[in-house]
């Protein structure tokens, strides 16, 4: 991880390729930026070297690609057993995402995806299985994300 603090230069990147990643190219950025096409690819070359750019990801529309039933699965896990118990659950198939939480007894909420209940039953069973107390299961109808508002230099 980088221990230095990020400049404008890098909260401009970072804020642009939270924007759409893939739609924006290093010379957009760098004439939003009044930068040089290869000091922007150099700054995200460091960003990533530095931990902080960690990977880029597509959105994916499971309904559209038929997997119709999204769901959110609050889990609770003993306190030493988190950790392991969320990156164990990464391996059940249709999970997409872990989130371990700090506090509370509803401690990993896992996201799954399936085309059938039949699909999020077996994922239930499995993470229960695993050692995750599942407490609720909700169906996600949409998820709404935007950009991290500290690293727009405009708005600041």
Not at 127 to 133: I, M, N, R, S, T
């Amino acid at each position: 991880m980088s221990e230095e603090p990020l400049d404008d230069l890098d909260r401009t990147i970072i804020y642009c390729l939270q924007e759409d990643a893939r739609k924006t190219s290093a010379s957009e950025i760098a004439d939003k930026a009044g930068v040089s096409a290869s000091t922007v690819r150099n700054r995200i070359r460091n960003l990533e070297e530095g931990g902080i750019l960690t990977g880029y990801r597509p959105e994916v529309n499971y309904e559209a690609a038929s997997y119709q039933l999204q769901t959110l699965i609050v889990c609770t896990a003993p306190i030493p057993d988190r950790e392991a118990l969320a990156q164990r659950a990464l391996e059940v198939p249709g999970v997409v995402a872990v989130r371990e939480v700090m506090t509370g007894t509803e401690n990993v909420h896992v996201e799954a995806i399936g085309s059938d209940s039949d699909d999020l039953s077996r994922i239930g069973r499995d993470l229960d299985e695993l050692g995750l107390e599942v407490v609720d299961e909700d169906l996600i109808r949409n998820e709404y994300e935007r950009a991290f508002h500290g690293f727009d230099v405009d708005e600041l």
